[in-house]
């Protein structure tokens, strides 16, 4: 069973701070990725990652980074949390050539 | 551009009757389409593709080129289909990209 983590289930934040949002898969998949999800929006892309060391933007990275030093491990970094990134955030991955992807429970980051 | 397009944010039926959930997509050329659903308190989790042309719990989709659309259908819905519903497109060479539309939550009441 395919198994994908994300560090925090419900996490709060003040303004300015930096966030890390953690997630690991142990299917070694090459791809992962980021999305927020917000009611009426869907899920949008942020960033992701074919392979270690390796990563895309993607529909909105804006005031966002990610790190991949592992291949089980995709980080998502909020350098500087502002109360408009308050939101549901999804990691999923996925192997190379195989677009089923597979997501984590979700971090709900609120920020005050 | 590609786009995927949910029109309905909300559909509520009845147990026993029929639901169609709509789905239209932007794509120049043939892209792969695909329903994730996410039930409450769940992941969200594939449900189908069109290449597979598989029926799962009842739903099947048919993807219509002349009419851009990958509409989720099912012909007697049950309490436990209600969930939040994303259609999603990958195109070609995009290399497991997806996009997904905005979601459209079924509430089936008995």
């Known amino acids: 069973d395919v198994k994908v983590t994300q560090s925090s289930r419900y996490l709060v934040k003040r303004t300015g701070e930096k966030v890390f949002l953690e997630c690991v898969q142990d299917?070694?998949?090459?791809?992962m990725f980021w999305y927020r999800q917000d009611p009426g929006l869907g899920l949008r892309l942020i960033y992701f990652?074919?392979?270690?060391?390796?990563?895309e933007k993607g529909d909105i990275p804006e005031g966002y980074s990610v790190s991949r030093e592992k291949k089980e491990r995709f980080s998502l970094i909020l350098e500087s949390a502002s109360t408009n990134q308050t939101s549901m955030y999804l990691c999923?991955?996925?192997?190379?050539?195989?677009?089923?992807?597979?997501f984590g429970p979700g971090t709900r980051l609120t920020v005050l | 551009a590609q786009r995927v397009t949910q029109p309905e944010k909300l559909l509520s039926v009845f147990k026993g009757a029929p639901v169609e959930l709509k789905c239209n997509y932007s794509?120049?050329?043939?892209?792969?389409l695909f329903w994730y659903v996410q039930y409450s308190r769940q992941r969200l989790q594939l449900l189908l593709r069109?290449?597979s042309r598989e029926s799962i719990k009842g739903f099947t989709a048919d993807l219509n080129k002349g009419e851009t659309s990958f509409h989720l259908k099912k012909p007697f819905a049950q309490e436990e289909d209600s969930a939040m519903y994303y259609c999603?497109?990958?195109?070609?060479?995009?290399?497991?990209?997806?996009?997904f539309g905005q979601g459209t939550e079924l509430s089936v009441k008995p």
């Open positions: 999923a991955s996925s192997f190379a050539g195989n677009n089923e992807q597979f």
């Open positions: 794509y120049s050329g043939s892209p792969e």
């Open positions: 069109h290449i």
């Open positions: 299917m070694d998949h090459e791809n």
């Open positions: 990652s074919y392979d270690v060391k390796m990563k």
């Open positions: 999603a497109l990958e195109g070609y060479n995009q290399g497991g990209k997806l996009i």
